[in-house]
Every structure is written in C-alpha cells, then in structure tokens.
C-alpha cells in the first residue's frame, strides 16, 4: 500500500542532543501522528496534529502539521537514552468513517553513550 | 499500560494448526482494526471492523479469518499459515470520524513452523 516519506531512515547521536526528523506526502492528509515503538510493544501514540499549520508539544516534543497538509516534523529535545527506538509517522484521511492509517518507514534513533 | 488488551503474547503454530488471535478493548471505540507488521517495517492494514460489521478487507488471503463478535472484542483466526505469515500481528482501535487517532495493543508475536 502507500507509504510516507519519512526520513532520516535511522539517526546515531549523542545523549542530550535534539532531534529532527520529518514526513512527506504526494497525498494531502486530515490528520497527522506520531508513534513511537519500542522492543516488543506495540507503536503508542505520541503526537495528533489536526490541522494544518498546527503547533503541539508534549514535553520535549514538538510536531507541526504542514500547512500543505502533505507533511509533518517531529522533533525531540535534550535527548534521553529512554528516547531510543523505532519513531513513526502516519497520515489519516478521516472522511467520517473508519480507515487506517498510511505509516511511513520509520526513524531509527540510536543514542551513543 | 496498554487499554487494549492482546493475547496471546507469543504464539508458535504449525502450518496445519488452527489458532486464534484476541483483541479486546474497553474504551467503547466503535472502530477496530488488525495490523501485520514484519521486523523493522511499519504496520500493514489487514482488517478494518466499523461497529461491528466488517469495512475494509485490504486483500488479506482468506488463511486469515477477523471476527468482531461484540463491540469490545476482536479475534483474528488463523488456518493454514505459511512461515512467511510469522510477524507481530497488533489490533488497534479508535473511535470513528475525525480527529480519531489509533491506539495500540502490544501485539502477538506470531511464529509459524
């Protein structure tokens, strides 16, 4: 099915250094999330951006939905070592009913001591 | 802790067994859906239940049968798998409409011998 472009694919950095990364779209979308996964769990839910232009935070996290509703960022402040894992995007069209999501391929974040 | 609830945890069958995967949820969302995921992809859309009633199928092989028997349960039976079926197979569930992100379970880490 379709996929997002999510990039960068897997980032190594060091403890306490901020973090960027950002999906893109050929596909307008209503609704913007983002997911973290960790070893064995299931993706939870960290971010719903719900229109476009939106500015959300939660802790040291901060998303923005595109103004072009075809893209988001993510970024994460001050990393943790707790912060490590698998980081996804996905895109929702939400018409009114149930429908899944479009994910994009995931950020890899690695956090070097 | 997750609000969505997954069992088994881990589950190893043979390509002549029949199994079941359950999903069960209590925060009256009215949308549920079943992802397949391989190591290191993001989700794939399997099934989408609106209200009980199945509303998206995405081509999934008829080897995997979904059943909503209530608004609050989920089951996903297996028949005749291939080793390629094996993957973290999670339920998710929303409420319907917009600004309805997805929430999670942790998945049944499915290996087929």
């Known amino acids: 099915g379709q996929q997002l472009n999510q990039s960068p694919q897997s980032m190594f950095i060091q403890e306490g250094e901020d973090v960027s990364m950002n999906c893109t779209s050929s596909?307008?979308?209503?609704?913007w999330l983002w997911y973290k996964q960790d070893p064995g769990e299931g993706p939870v839910l960290l971010i719903a951006l719900y229109k476009a232009g939106e500015l959300t935070s939660n802790g040291r996290l901060t998303a923005q939905f595109g103004i072009t509703r075809k893209d988001s960022f993510l970024n994460i402040s001050a990393s943790i070592p707790s912060d490590v894992g698998i980081y996804f995007c996905a895109g929702q069209w939400s018409g009114g009913g149930a429908d899944g999501l479009t994910f994009g391929k995931g950020t890899h974040l690695i956090i070097q001591p | 802790d997750t609000e969505v609830t997954q069992t088994p945890k881990h589950l190893v069958m043979g390509m002549t067994n029949k199994k079941s995967l359950k999903c069960e949820q209590h925060?009256?969302?009215?949308?549920m859906y079943w992802y397949k995921q391989k190591a290191k992809k993001p989700p794939e859309l399997m099934f989408v239940?609106?209200?009980?009633?199945?509303?998206i199928n995405e081509s999934v092989p008829s080897r995997f049968s979904p059943e909503c028997p209530n608004s609050s349960l989920l089951n996903l039976h297996l028949h005749a798998l291939q080793p390629e079926d094996s993957a973290l197979y999670l339920c998710a569930t929303s409420t319907r409409g917009k600004n309805s992100p997805l929430h999670f379970g942790n998945g049944t880490r499915l290996t087929v011998t």
């Open positions: 239940y609106s209200y009980e009633k199945l509303s």
């Open positions: 596909s307008i979308f209503n609704t």
């Open positions: 925060m009256g969302h009215r949308a």
